[in-house]
């Protein structure tokens, strides 16, 4: 953890009021270098359990930061753009995350019933 990526994610980074996705920007800093670049792997359980917010929520702060690209998949984990030029998350940013999110999740749960029927079937 460095104080540099934990002061950005506090004070400059530009999520407006989105209070989860600044705390899950935190929770992130917690393992990324001075150039917000991962460390470590900052898991869905760690930010849900360093935040104190749920795992929905959680995620969904995630999704946001990663669609305004502010926070980045590298493979090795998330990294942050603490040089971010991004404007802060708008209303409309923040729903069409959340939108393509829950098409996502609907996609994946009728998958899910599927292979469960077709398991039943045997």
Known sequence: MTMKATK????????????????ALV?????VDDNGRPTGICTLNQVMNMTHISMDSSRDALWRLLDARIAH????GISIDMH???SSMTEAKR???????????????????DISERLGAR
């Open 73 to 76: 998949e590298t493979g090795h």
């Open 95 to 113: 729903s069409e995350a959340i939108d393509r999110l829950t098409a996502l999740l609907k996609d994946t749960n009728a998958a899910l019933a």
């Open 27 to 31: 929770a992130l800093a917690d393992s």
């Open 84 to 86: 971010s030029t991004a």
């Open 8 to 23: 950005w994610a506090l004070y400059e980074a530009p999520v407006g009021d989105d209070t989860e996705a600044r705390l």
